[in-house]
């Protein structure tokens, strides 16, 4: 049974969301404060001790802390659940620093309980697709210059390290493997990765392709095996 943290502040809206989502078949937990959020979501010994979560539904305005902080302060303690915004703000710049700052998805507000149903199930359909390796599970691991990538844990070891992926991580890094060789756009990664209209304006795909250098231990200066293509796109070799 999936578990699902729902952050939202407004009582009405919090208990709605967890009456409808119980009626799915989840199991929810409610917080109405960023400050209480982040300590369960990124504690500051590192450790939680409550249930793992499988999603985090989370409000943008809270009180204490808002949206933005909470997903950037979990993606630094290590958390990488993933993680449904929803805002009131909905111009194309909220929506773009939302997934920069770590989250999957972004859903404004007002929403019909359909669409949020949807984006639920999307994600955690999302999630599973990526760890059981896409059509047919053929691809669950990948080696790439000194790294092994097992995209069923979200990891990445390399040099006696392990290093966790985010879901938007990790469905990137899926896509440039399966296309592997292959030069792939940006508008096609806003697409399938993001769920972004492929003309929307934003740096968060070059942002995650840095990361992802980053995690590889792929000179950023001189890429040996994520490359930039000027004009048109990314390719893996």
């Known amino acids: 049974m999936p578990r699902i943290l729902v952050v939202e502040d ?3 809206l919090a208990d709605g969301i967890r009456f409808n989502l119980e009626l799915e078949g989840y199991d929810v937990e409610t917080i109405p404060d960023g400050l209480v959020a982040v300590q369960r979501l990124a504690p500051e010994d590192g450790e939680a001790d409550a249930p793992a979560l499988d999603l985090v539904l989370l409000d943008v305005m809270l009180p204490g802390l808002d949206g933005f902080q909470i997903v950037e302060g979990m993606r630094r303690s290590g958390n990488f659940t993933p993680v449904l915004m929803l805002t009131a ?6 929506v773009v620093q939302g997934l920069e700052s770590g989250a999957d998805d972004y859903l404004p507000k007002p929403f019909d309980l359909p669409v949020l149903l949807a984006r639920v199930k999307g994600l955690i359909r999302r999630r599973d697709w990526t760890r059981n390796g896409g059509v047919g599970g053929a691809l669950q691991k990948a080696r790439i210059g000194d790294a092994d990538v097992d995209f069923h844990s979200f990891e990445i070891q390399r040099g006696g390290q392990t290093l966790r992926l985010t879901l938007l991580e990790a469905m990137l890094l899926k896509l440039l493997v399966e296309r592997r060789g292959k030069v792939v756009s940006k508008g096609e990664i806003l697409e399938k990765v993001w769920n972004l209209d492929p003309e929307t304006e934003t740096r968060a795909v070059d942002n995650f392709v840095m990361r992802l250098r980053r995690h590889l231990g792929d000179d950023p200066r001189s ?3 994520l490359q930039t293509v000027r004009g048109a796109g990314y390719l893996l070799t």
């Open 223 to 225: 890429p040996q095996h």
């Open 89 to 94: 703000k909905t111009l194309p710049e909220d």
């Open 10 to 12: 407004e009582a009405h």
